[in-house]
């Protein structure tokens, strides 16, 4: 059973840092494609970052490009976004996902139940 759990969420000034993290079991990690979303109120879900599976892959939304940095942990089955330089429009639900491509949201097979993320002003 393939299970997708994020971690790392919380409330932060703007300007501000978190690394969020997400580990993913119930698949061969280290061959999988991942990415980062996120979804505030009333919006549609974002694909913000992604990851493929030997890491050469690396794309970014613009609107996070220059202040997030995903990256990988293939030896911990673990999948990070770094964000800096937070800003209140970053405010949102964040969610890992594995087994897709791209930034696309449906391409991907499996969800983390969330972590939120608030930056306030």
């Known amino acids: 059973q393939v299970q997708v759990v994020e971690s790392g969420g919380g409330l932060v000034q703007a300007g501000g840092s978190l690394r969020l993290s997400c580990t993913a079991s119930?698949?061969?990690?280290?061959?999988?494609?991942m990415g980062w979303f996120r979804q505030a109120p009333g919006k549609e879900r974002e694909g913000i970052s992604c990851?493929?599976?030997?890491?050469?892959?690396?794309y970014y939304a613009d609107s996070v490009k220059g202040r997030f940095t995903i990256s990988r942990d293939d030896a911990k089955n673990t999948l990070y976004l770094q964000m800096d330089s937070l800003k209140p429009e970053d405010t949102a639900m964040y969610y890992c996902?594995?087994?897709?491509?791209?930034?696309?949201?449906?391409?991907?097979?499996?969800w983390g139940q969330g972590t939120q993320v608030t930056v306030s002003s």
């Open positions: 996902a594995a087994g897709g491509d791209g930034l696309g949201s449906t391409t991907y097979k499996f």
């Open positions: 119930g698949l061969t990690f280290a061959h999988i494609n």
């Open positions: 990851i493929k599976w030997n890491g050469g892959g690396i």
